[in-house]
């Protein structure tokens, strides 16, 4: 069940691992300085992607797989570390959405 209120916990769980490791979450990586990135991310009209999307996967131990319906790529995020759990987004050039298996009767 998708809970649309979890967002801001997301956003801290990106922060505190970006400031956790400077040394991988550099400015050449995230385009701005860390502590910068940090304050960025926790504001509610920022929008991630691949790096907040990679450093979710390591949190929960999942891997994600982002279906992107422009050109039908699908990009996995901890695919490498053979997770028991798998969740699908589909993602529209812009914005990232739950992809629903619906089970037909």
Not at 23 to 36: F, Q, R, V
Request: glycine share 6%.
């Amino acid at each position: 069940k998708i809970d649309p209120t979890c967002s801001s916990y997301m956003r801290e769980i990106i922060a505190s691992s970006v400031a956790s490791d400077p040394t991988e979450y550099s400015e050449a990586i995230l385009g701005k300085p860390n502590s910068e990135y940090c304050d960025w991310i926790l504001k509610a009209d920022s929008w991630g992607g691949a790096i907040e999307l990679s450093i979710l996967s390591k949190f929960f131990g999942l891997e994600i797989a982002v279906v992107n319906s422009v050109n039908g790529n699908i990009n996995r995020f901890g695919e490498d570390q053979h997770y028991a759990q798998r969740v699908f987004l589909l993602f529209d050039g812009i914005h990232y959405d739950p992809l629903y298996l619906e089970p037909h009767d």
